[in-house]
């Protein structure tokens, strides 16, 4: 080890670190002024000079610092072997950004093989070439990966969001809003792959996707993925379980609309909350709709006339056996305008249906399917 004249000392062309940060580097400057240089930096013989090997940080903040001298170790070495361990010095500190790491494995890989270089670094092949796929990216992502490597916290633009943008290489202007987008939305690396992800599937929405948050690009993928659910043919079971969840689900919906909460909402929110109802409404329509003409089809006589359930009040077509809620049967004779309490008879047919079953009848009640059942309760048409 020598203390050499820093003078003396240039810098080497083929240094893998290309991008040095000002602000790190002015802290070891700093570092320097206060303890020295702790770590003796590498050199070689370069005819009157001294090139460096590894340390051209410590060199660069010496200067900074002042120095005249700097410690350094001379060793006689070969450009190979001086490529290799300047690289394998910042490859094993991590902190060489990883553009500069891969033009760097690039150049060693110029007078090495695959399998020397890997061995070098001590890292597997499959590791090289996913360094080197970086290079594969536009020179102006390149450059964005650079310029944030030494920062910290949201919205910043990282290597692995670099290398999701792969998927893009063909359509450059995309991959510049979407950086836009990871540093303005502060985007995750997996929300970022759930963007490119709803681009790749749906790019003729490409345009509403770069625009809008990312749970609004869920919302719209949720629609269309409804619509092309709706294109898939049904199994018997699977329509059975679809009944079930609807019927689930618009009770849920009846408990929840409460006309209290107008009174606590905003113009806008009572905007968003009628957007949606409406057009829930439309999609509720036209499928009643389809329900009355198919059920009109059917040879039962169907009557769009709505009845009570007698045991939770539950608002039932007259058509309906059971009620869906507490699975009572609808139609009791006690309910009947043509049944005769009195002598517990129907005054229609003469047959007597004894108090007990017209007030709870069983499945073989001459009530549960009768075709002459007249509710003498009021019911409600529907418009």
Not at 233 to 261: C, N, S, V, W
Not at 345 to 370: G, H, M
Request: charged letters at 30%.
């Amino acid at each position: 080890m020598e203390l050499i004249n820093i003078e003396d000392i240039i810098p080497n062309t083929r240094q893998p670190r290309k991008t040095f940060y000002e602000e790190t580097l002015g802290e070891l400057a700093q570092s320097i002024q206060e303890r020295g240089v702790l770590e003796p930096i590498i050199v070689r013989p370069k005819g009157d000079k001294y090139e460096i090997v590894m340390g051209e940080r410590r060199y660069r903040a010496g200067k900074l610092a002042g120095l005249t001298t700097i410690p350094a170790i001379v060793r006689d070495m070969t450009d190979q072997d001086a490529a290799a361990d300047g690289l394998l010095e910042n490859f094993q500190r991590e902190d060489l950004n990883p553009i500069d790491r891969a033009k760097a494995i690039e150049a060693l890989l110029n007078f090495m093989t695959w399998d020397k270089c890997a061995k070098t670094l001590g890292v597997s092949e499959s590791t090289l070439r996913r360094h080197l796929d970086l290079l594969e990216l536009p020179p102006f992502v390149q450059e964005e990966l650079i310029q944030s490597w030494n920062r910290t916290g949201p919205g910043c633009f990282a290597e692995a969001h670099a290398r999701l943008l792969k998927v893009l290489n063909a359509d450059p202007d995309i991959q510049r809003r979407v950086i836009e987008k990871i540093k303005t939305e502060s985007l995750s690396v997996s929300e970022t792959q759930r963007l490119l992800d709803a681009i790749r599937e749906v790019p003729a929405k490409i345009e509403a996707f770069l625009r809008v948050p990312l749970k609004v690009t869920e919302e719209i993928l949720k629609q269309i993925g409804k619509s092309r659910e709706k294109m898939r043919p049904f199994k018997a079971r699977t329509a059975e379980q679809h009944m079930k969840a609807l019927e689930k689900t618009a009770r849920q919906l009846g408990y929840l609309i409460d006309d209290r909460l107008i009174d606590f909402l905003k113009g806008p929110e009572m905007n968003q909350v009628l957007s949606a109802c409406t057009s829930l409404a439309d999609e509720l329509g036209g499928f009643c709709q389809k329900l009355k003409i198919s059920l009109q089809k059917g040879d039962d006589g169907f009557k769009e006339v709505y009845i009570h359930c007698p045991l939770c009040g539950r608002i039932e077509l007259i058509g309906g056996l059971r009620c869906g809620v507490c699975w009572t049967i609808l139609r009791r004779c006690l309910d009947c305008g043509h049944y005769d309490k009195t002598y517990q008879r129907c005054s229609l047919t003469e047959d007597y249906v004894y108090l007990s079953e017209a007030e709870s009848p069983k499945e073989n009640s001459k009530s549960y399917k009768c075709a002459d059942y007249k509710p003498k309760f009021e019911t409600r048409k529907a418009a």
